[in-house]
């Protein structure tokens, strides 16, 4: 049974930057396509970026240019760069593997205010 556990968000000017993380047990890690995902008070969870087991990337609209995933497949982990925060990327912010098909960590709460 994989296990996630992210880490890393906290409170943040607009403009500012934070830095996730997501520490994955289990070593299928290294045999996945992992994703970031995001959730919004009252709305569904999104996926916001996402990385192939060869590190090949890809964002959503809103995020293209600001966010930058990367990963470590010797420490199994999972990296967010955010750059440029926005008050609407305030959420809790989750990993799993591209298709969210691993039981979900508790996430980390990133709030963008000033």
């Known amino acids: 049974q994989v296990q996630l556990v992210e880490s890393g968000g906290g409170l943040v000017q607009p403009g500012g930057s934070l830095r996730l993380f997501c520490a994955a047990s289990?070593?299928?890690?290294?045999?996945?396509?992992m994703g970031w995902y995001r959730q919004a008070p009252g709305k569904q969870r999104e996926l916001v970026a996402g990385?192939?087991?060869?590190?090949?990337?890809n964002y959503a609209d809103s995020v293209k240019g600001r966010f930058t995933i990367s990963r470590d497949n010797a420490k199994n982990t999972v990296y967010l760069q955010m750059n440029f925060l926005k008050p609407e990327d305030t959420a809790v912010y989750y990993c799993?593997?591209?298709?969210?098909?691993?039981?979900w960590g508790q996430g980390t709460q990133v709030t963008v205010s000033s």
């Open positions: 289990g070593s299928i890690f290294s045999l996945n396509r």
């Open positions: 799993n593997n591209y298709r969210g098909g691993w039981p």
């Open positions: 990385i192939t087991i060869g590190g090949s990337t």
